[in-house]
Structures are given as structure tokens and as C-alpha cells.
């Protein structure tokens, strides 16, 4: 029932700007953290930013200073602001929750940062 459906991505410039969305459903959103990791080619699938339910951030040394994420409960979705982007943010972006014992994903969007 678990449920994350991933929005957002696309192609832009380097020095670009992008929003990716996470809207979930099947658990009670607003108590559990939540994880945004992303997938180059040919790499490993990395941590990229999280929120607490208390909505306390983390991110990787790469984005910081660039990337934003933020929750919004009413709707039960969970954002990425990427600004500033580089080549090397290309990569597929996942969402991800940990509930009930076990980690659930989106399927991923796709976001090119190319001129």
C-alpha cells in the first residue's frame, strides 16, 4: 500500500535550477524521515539529502549549499530544490521511506544536467 511516485526531473543547464516532488501515500507520513538518493551511470546509488519528521536536514558534502529539501505534511510529499546545478548531478533521483520494518522506493526520475 506503501506508495512514492517521484516528479520533476528533466533536462537543464548547467547552473539550472529543477524541483523534484515525492508525493507518498499508504503510511503515516509526518512521523517517519525521509530520503532523497540519486543514481549516476555506471555508480553507486548514493545518500543525496534527508528530513526528520521534525523536518531536522542532512546532505551530502556534493549538494550542500545547492540543494534544499523540505516537507510538506498537508500533502503528504516530500521536495528537492536543486539549484546550481552540475554535469555531474546527472543522475537518476529516488525517494525513499523506511516504515513498518522495511525501505520502500519511488521508481526514480531522471534528471540531465546538460548544455
Known amino acids: 500500500q506503501v506508495q512514492l511516485l517521484e516528479s520533476g526531473g528533466g533536462l537543464v543547464q548547467p547552473g539550472g535550477s529543477l524541483r523534484l516532488s515525492c508525493a507518498t501515500s499508504?503510511?503515516?507520513?509526518?512521523?517517519?524521515?525521509m530520503s532523497w538518493y540519486r543514481q549516476a551511470p555506471g555508480k553507486e546509488r548514493e545518500l543525496v539529502a534527508s528530513?526528520?519528521?521534525?523536518?531536522?536536514?542532512n546532505y551530502a558534502d556534493s549538494v550542500k549549499g545547492r540543494f534544499t529539501i523540505s516537507r510538506y505534511n498537508a500533502k503528504n510529499t516530500v521536495y528537492l530544490q536543486m539549484n546550481s546545478l552540475k554535469p555531474e548531478d546527472t543522475a537518476v533521483y529516488y525517494c525513499?521511506?523506511?516504515?513498518?520494518?522495511?525501505?520502500?522506493w519511488g521508481k526514480g526520475t531522471l534528471v540531465t544536467v546538460s548544455s
Open positions: 525513499r521511506v523506511y516504515y513498518g520494518g522495511m525501505a520502500y
Open positions: 528530513v526528520s519528521a521534525a523536518s531536522s536536514t
Open positions: 499508504g503510511f503515516p507520513f509526518s512521523s517517519y524521515a
